[in-house]
Nanobody
Framework: EVQLVESGGGSVQAGGSLRLSCVAS????????MGWYRQAPLGNECELVS????????YYADSVKGRFTISQDNAKNTLELQMSSLKPEDTAMYYC?????????????????WGQGTQVTVSS
């Protein structure tokens, strides 16, 4: 079973930046999907923020395009999410997740493993 540990969340003002990191307990094959999803407060629906798939192809949700950048270091089994120009609506619990196989832009429910999450709070 893959274990994922996120870090880097926190509280910032609107317009600020945060960098999230995720470390996987084992090697993640290139044909896997590794990404970040978020769940806003009050149990709102989960949203796929970004994921990296086979060959380094990348998906971004429209809501974060141009502001967030995902990157992966296969040698270190790490995934990062650089978040800039943060908005109050980005406030959520952010989860790192992995799906062996799968496809780019997959549904959140299709991930096989996920971490415990890291909270991001953006104040106006």
């Amino acid at each position: 079973e893959v274990q994922l540990v996120e870090s880097g969340g926190g509280s910032v003002q609107a317009g600020g930046s945060l960098r999230l990191s995720c470390v996987a307990s084992e090697f993640i094959p290139d044909d896997s999907q590794m990404g970040w999803y978020r769940q806003a407060p009050l149990g709102n629906e989960c949203e796929l923020v970004s994921n990296i798939g086979r060959g380094g192809r990348i998906y971004y949700a429209d809501s974060v395009k141009g502001r967030f950048t995902i990157s992966q270091d296969n040698a270190k089994n790490t995934l990062e999410l650089q978040m800039s120009s943060l908005k109050p609506e980005d406030t959520a619990m952010y989860y790192c997740a992995v799906r062996f196989g799968g496809y780019l832009g997959l549904r959140v429910t299709e991930f096989d493993y996920w971490g415990q999450g890291t909270q991001v709070t953006v104040s106006s």
